[in-house]
């Protein structure tokens, strides 16, 4: 089975809004774009799909906007050039490297992982939380931001059973991020 990776940025307090932690630096954007060029493909759902659309398609002009800086354009040319899949019901059509998939979305990952290829990644908030619930997640990889934001949604808010995680590998940041990578453990029964 294809291994399903969870990433996001979150704040020290467990935030995962995405303008509540600290602006990307060279160093983080350079993390990121390592890890999304080894994984096979993106999953979203519809908020997240959009949102990174907006911020990391290249324009029709084919010249990354003026707002961007050096040191993003790689990032933005992995997320542009990735497969992406995106579990949405509203959505009518995608584009972008993007196929839409519909139905229930713990199903259809299921089937993704059942394909032959490499590791899927996914990211943002409501489908992740689905898929933690379902077993799916074989790895947590999270970019602790050093920032207190004491409001805005929480890491895998409203989680029905505690998840139990081995750390597999951690990266300080000049910044003061620290990427942390966890595997799934089983459960402890007792």
């Known amino acids: 089975m294809?291994?399903?990776?969870?990433?996001?940025?979150?704040?020290l307090d467990g935030?995962?809004?995405?303008?509540?932690?600290?602006?990307?630096?060279?160093e983080s954007m350079a993390y990121w774009t390592e890890q999304?060029?080894?994984?096979?493909?993106?999953?979203?759902?519809?908020?997240?799909?959009?949102?990174?659309?907006?911020?990391?398609?290249?324009?029709?002009?084919?010249?990354?906007?003026?707002w961007m800086q050096d040191w993003e354009i790689p990032f933005a040319e992995a997320i542009d050039a990735a497969k992406k899949y995106v579990i949405?019901?509203?959505?009518r059509e995608v584009?972008?490297?993007t196929e839409l998939l519909r139905g229930d979305p713990v199903q259809q990952v299921r089937e993704l992982k059942e394909q032959p290829g490499g590791r899927l990644s996914v990211g943002g908030v409501r489908l992740p939380?689905?898929?933690?619930?379902?077993?799916?997640?074989?790895?947590?990889?999270?970019?602790?931001?050093?920032?207190?934001?004491?409001?805005?949604p929480t890491l895998l808010a409203g989680l029905q059973e505690r998840l139990s995680l081995e750390l597999v590998d951690r990266q300080q940041f000049d910044s003061g991020a620290v990427a942390l990578r966890y595997r799934?453990?089983?459960?402890?029964r007792g």
């Open 2 to 11: 294809r291994p399903l990776r969870y990433s996001l940025n979150l704040t």
């Open 15 to 26: 935030c995962v809004h995405h303008e509540a932690g600290i602006p990307p630096d060279p």
């Open 36 to 66: 999304m060029l080894s994984a096979d493909a993106e999953i979203f759902g519809r908020v997240t799909y959009r949102m990174m659309e907006s911020a990391w398609r290249r324009p029709d002009s084919g010249r990354w906007p003026d």
């Open 88 to 91: 949405s019901s509203t959505l």
């Open 95 to 97: 584009d972008w490297n």
């Open 129 to 152: 939380l689905a898929l933690a619930e379902a077993g799916l997640i074989d790895e947590y990889e999270f970019l602790i931001l050093p920032v207190i934001a004491g409001h805005g």
């Open 184 to 188: 799934s453990s089983p459960p402890h």
